[in-house]
Protein backbone atom coordinates (compact mmCIF):
# COMPACT_ATOMS: atom_id res chain seq x y z
CA UNK A 1 0.00 0.00 0.00
CA UNK A 2 1.13 3.36 -0.60
CA UNK A 3 1.68 6.53 2.27
CA UNK A 4 2.69 9.85 2.03
CA UNK A 5 4.52 11.19 5.22
CA UNK A 6 4.46 15.02 5.61
CA UNK A 7 6.19 15.22 8.97
CA UNK A 8 6.02 19.03 9.63
CA UNK A 9 2.15 20.07 10.33
CA UNK A 10 3.56 23.85 10.78
CA UNK A 11 6.05 25.94 9.04
CA UNK A 12 6.47 29.56 10.36
CA UNK A 13 8.94 31.42 8.50
CA UNK A 14 9.90 35.12 7.21
CA UNK A 15 9.20 36.84 4.31
CA UNK A 16 12.09 36.39 2.14
CA UNK A 17 13.75 33.43 3.97
CA UNK A 18 14.11 30.09 1.95
CA UNK A 19 11.67 27.12 2.86
CA UNK A 20 11.50 23.56 2.91
CA UNK A 21 8.44 21.39 3.32
CA UNK A 22 9.41 17.74 3.80
CA UNK A 23 7.21 14.71 1.91
CA UNK A 24 8.36 11.41 2.10
CA UNK A 25 6.41 8.28 0.32
CA UNK A 26 6.23 4.98 0.17
CA UNK A 27 5.49 2.50 -2.29
CA UNK A 28 6.39 -1.07 -3.99
CA UNK A 29 5.83 0.29 -7.32
CA UNK A 30 6.48 3.35 -9.58
CA UNK A 31 4.83 6.49 -8.75
CA UNK A 32 3.58 9.44 -9.94
CA UNK A 33 4.07 12.28 -7.07
CA UNK A 34 2.46 15.79 -6.88
CA UNK A 35 2.25 19.04 -4.44
CA UNK A 36 -1.33 20.76 -4.34
CA UNK A 37 -1.95 24.07 -2.51
CA UNK A 38 -4.87 25.13 -0.48
CA UNK A 39 -4.47 28.95 -0.03
CA UNK A 40 -7.50 30.12 2.27
CA UNK A 41 -10.79 29.28 1.86
CA UNK A 42 -10.20 27.98 -1.59
CA UNK A 43 -10.07 24.52 -3.00
CA UNK A 44 -6.88 22.53 -3.97
CA UNK A 45 -4.61 23.68 -6.91
CA UNK A 46 -2.16 21.75 -8.30
CA UNK A 47 1.27 23.20 -7.69
CA UNK A 48 3.62 20.86 -9.54
CA UNK A 49 3.75 17.14 -10.25
CA UNK A 50 6.70 14.70 -10.80
CA UNK A 51 5.40 11.83 -13.77
CA UNK A 52 8.61 11.12 -14.98
CA UNK A 53 12.45 12.63 -16.64
CA UNK A 54 14.48 15.45 -15.05
CA UNK A 55 13.85 14.63 -11.17
CA UNK A 56 14.18 18.41 -10.49
CA UNK A 57 10.09 19.90 -11.07
CA UNK A 58 9.14 23.57 -11.18
CA UNK A 59 6.18 25.56 -10.20
CA UNK A 60 5.52 29.16 -12.26
CA UNK A 61 5.27 30.87 -8.91
CA UNK A 62 8.87 29.60 -7.75
CA UNK A 63 8.54 26.70 -6.38
CA UNK A 64 10.75 23.23 -6.86
CA UNK A 65 10.68 19.59 -5.72
CA UNK A 66 13.08 17.05 -6.39
CA UNK A 67 12.26 13.64 -6.56
CA UNK A 68 14.83 10.90 -5.10
CA UNK A 69 13.54 7.84 -5.48
CA UNK A 70 16.32 6.43 -2.88
CA UNK A 71 15.36 8.41 -0.36
CA UNK A 72 11.51 7.92 -1.46
CA UNK A 73 11.36 11.61 -0.83
CA UNK A 74 9.81 14.87 -3.19
CA UNK A 75 10.17 17.80 -0.84
CA UNK A 76 9.36 20.98 -2.07
CA UNK A 77 11.73 24.40 -1.72
CA UNK A 78 11.67 28.12 -2.82
CA UNK A 79 14.65 30.28 -2.04
CA UNK A 80 13.07 33.21 -1.23
CA UNK A 81 9.04 33.28 0.29
CA UNK A 82 6.32 35.99 -0.38
CA UNK A 83 3.34 36.91 2.50
CA UNK A 84 1.27 35.57 -0.51
CA UNK A 85 2.84 31.56 -0.20
CA UNK A 86 0.38 31.66 3.02
CA UNK A 87 -1.29 28.40 2.69
CA UNK A 88 -1.69 24.61 3.28
CA UNK A 89 0.53 22.47 0.90
CA UNK A 90 -0.11 18.54 0.33
CA UNK A 91 1.79 16.14 -0.89
CA UNK A 92 0.11 13.11 -3.04
CA UNK A 93 1.08 10.15 -4.51
CA UNK A 94 -0.73 7.79 -7.13
CA UNK A 95 0.05 5.04 -9.39
CA UNK A 96 -3.39 4.03 -9.98
CA UNK A 97 -6.67 6.70 -10.39
CA UNK A 98 -6.70 7.98 -7.11
CA UNK A 99 -4.32 10.66 -5.42
CA UNK A 100 -3.17 9.78 -1.29
CA UNK A 101 -2.39 12.78 0.37
CA UNK A 102 -0.20 13.55 3.48
CA UNK A 103 -1.58 15.24 6.07
CA UNK A 104 -0.56 18.60 5.15
CA UNK A 105 1.62 21.27 5.88
CA UNK A 106 0.60 24.69 6.72
CA UNK A 107 3.56 27.32 5.78
CA UNK A 108 2.81 30.51 7.44
CA UNK A 109 5.11 33.38 6.08
CA UNK A 110 5.46 36.41 8.74
CA UNK A 111 6.62 39.78 7.25
CA UNK B 1 -14.13 30.32 -16.14
CA UNK B 2 -14.27 26.98 -16.18
CA UNK B 3 -14.97 25.34 -12.41
CA UNK B 4 -15.68 23.29 -10.17
CA UNK B 5 -18.65 24.98 -7.93
CA UNK B 6 -19.82 23.42 -4.47
CA UNK B 7 -22.55 24.19 -2.96
CA UNK B 8 -23.31 25.26 -0.17
CA UNK B 9 -19.99 26.16 1.18
CA UNK B 10 -20.97 25.63 4.53
CA UNK B 11 -24.00 23.03 5.88
CA UNK B 12 -25.40 22.43 9.15
CA UNK B 13 -27.88 19.35 9.90
CA UNK B 14 -29.15 17.63 12.77
CA UNK B 15 -27.92 14.34 14.21
CA UNK B 16 -29.57 11.69 11.88
CA UNK B 17 -31.45 14.05 9.55
CA UNK B 18 -30.19 13.41 5.72
CA UNK B 19 -28.39 15.97 3.66
CA UNK B 20 -27.42 16.03 0.09
CA UNK B 21 -24.10 18.35 -0.77
CA UNK B 22 -23.71 19.14 -4.84
CA UNK B 23 -20.77 20.00 -6.75
CA UNK B 24 -20.90 20.97 -10.64
CA UNK B 25 -18.22 21.39 -13.15
CA UNK B 26 -18.01 23.52 -16.57
CA UNK B 27 -14.84 21.58 -17.07
CA UNK B 28 -16.42 18.68 -19.36
CA UNK B 29 -14.37 16.11 -17.37
CA UNK B 30 -15.09 12.42 -17.12
CA UNK B 31 -13.89 11.77 -13.73
CA UNK B 32 -15.91 13.10 -10.67
CA UNK B 33 -14.15 12.10 -7.20
CA UNK B 34 -15.51 13.31 -3.66
CA UNK B 35 -13.31 13.78 -0.71
CA UNK B 36 -13.53 14.03 3.11
CA UNK B 37 -11.38 16.17 4.83
CA UNK B 38 -11.21 16.28 9.06
CA UNK B 39 -9.25 18.80 10.69
CA UNK B 40 -5.43 18.50 10.44
CA UNK B 41 -6.11 15.08 7.97
CA UNK B 42 -5.36 14.05 4.71
CA UNK B 43 -8.24 14.32 2.50
CA UNK B 44 -9.78 11.27 1.75
CA UNK B 45 -11.76 9.66 -0.97
CA UNK B 46 -14.63 8.07 -0.35
CA UNK B 47 -15.31 7.49 -4.01
CA UNK B 48 -15.86 8.60 -7.88
CA UNK B 49 -17.20 8.29 -10.91
CA UNK B 50 -15.32 7.27 -14.40
CA UNK B 51 -18.44 8.45 -16.81
CA UNK B 52 -21.03 6.86 -15.05
CA UNK B 53 -19.01 4.37 -13.70
CA UNK B 54 -19.22 4.46 -9.68
CA UNK B 55 -16.10 3.30 -7.77
CA UNK B 56 -16.75 3.07 -3.95
CA UNK B 57 -13.84 2.96 -2.08
CA UNK B 58 -13.62 -0.40 0.59
CA UNK B 59 -13.50 1.85 3.75
CA UNK B 60 -16.36 4.42 3.06
CA UNK B 61 -19.44 4.04 5.22
CA UNK B 62 -22.81 2.58 3.54
CA UNK B 63 -23.86 5.34 5.18
CA UNK B 64 -22.77 7.90 2.38
CA UNK B 65 -24.11 7.26 -1.47
CA UNK B 66 -23.57 9.37 -4.24
CA UNK B 67 -25.14 10.02 -7.75
CA UNK B 68 -23.95 11.28 -10.85
CA UNK B 69 -27.15 12.04 -13.46
CA UNK B 70 -25.08 14.02 -16.36
CA UNK B 71 -21.45 15.22 -16.95
CA UNK B 72 -21.52 18.40 -14.56
CA UNK B 73 -23.01 17.30 -11.53
CA UNK B 74 -22.43 14.71 -9.03
CA UNK B 75 -24.48 14.37 -5.65
CA UNK B 76 -23.24 13.28 -2.08
CA UNK B 77 -25.69 11.73 0.25
CA UNK B 78 -24.88 11.17 4.01
CA UNK B 79 -28.22 9.49 4.88
CA UNK B 80 -28.04 9.36 8.94
CA UNK B 81 -25.21 11.79 9.43
CA UNK B 82 -23.20 11.28 12.83
CA UNK B 83 -21.31 13.23 15.08
CA UNK B 84 -18.17 11.68 13.39
CA UNK B 85 -19.02 12.94 9.77
CA UNK B 86 -18.53 16.90 10.51
CA UNK B 87 -15.44 17.28 8.03
CA UNK B 88 -15.10 19.35 5.16
CA UNK B 89 -16.02 17.14 1.82
CA UNK B 90 -14.32 18.40 -1.32
CA UNK B 91 -15.36 17.86 -4.75
CA UNK B 92 -12.44 17.04 -7.70
CA UNK B 93 -12.52 16.38 -11.33
CA UNK B 94 -10.32 15.17 -14.04
CA UNK B 95 -9.81 14.11 -17.24
CA UNK B 96 -9.50 10.52 -16.91
CA UNK B 97 -7.20 10.99 -20.28
CA UNK B 98 -4.41 8.99 -18.90
CA UNK B 99 -6.60 6.90 -16.34
CA UNK B 100 -6.31 8.56 -13.98
CA UNK B 101 -3.10 8.09 -12.18
CA UNK B 102 -1.46 11.13 -13.88
CA UNK B 103 -4.17 13.37 -13.85
CA UNK B 104 -4.45 17.00 -12.81
CA UNK B 105 -7.48 16.87 -10.24
CA UNK B 106 -9.17 20.20 -9.77
CA UNK B 107 -10.94 20.77 -6.66
CA UNK B 108 -13.89 22.97 -5.41
CA UNK B 109 -13.80 25.00 -2.70
CA UNK B 110 -15.56 22.55 -0.50
CA UNK B 111 -18.71 22.16 1.71
CA UNK B 112 -18.01 21.96 5.36
CA UNK B 113 -19.95 20.03 7.56
CA UNK B 114 -21.60 20.95 11.08
CA UNK B 115 -23.45 17.71 12.64
CA UNK B 116 -25.61 19.16 15.78
Redesign the interface.
Known amino acids: AQS?TQLD?QVPVFEEAPVELRCNYSSSVSV?LFW?VQYP??????LL?Y?SGSTLVESINGFEAEFNKSQTSFHLRKPSVHISDTAEY?CAV???????????TRLQVFP | DAMVIQNPRYQVTQFGKPVTLSCSQTLNHNVMYWYQQKSSQAPKLLFHYYDKDFNNEADTPDNFQSRRPNTSFCFLDIRSPGLGDAAMYLCATSTGASGGSTDTQYFGPGTRLTVL
Open positions: VSYYNQGLQLKLFSNTDKLIFGTG
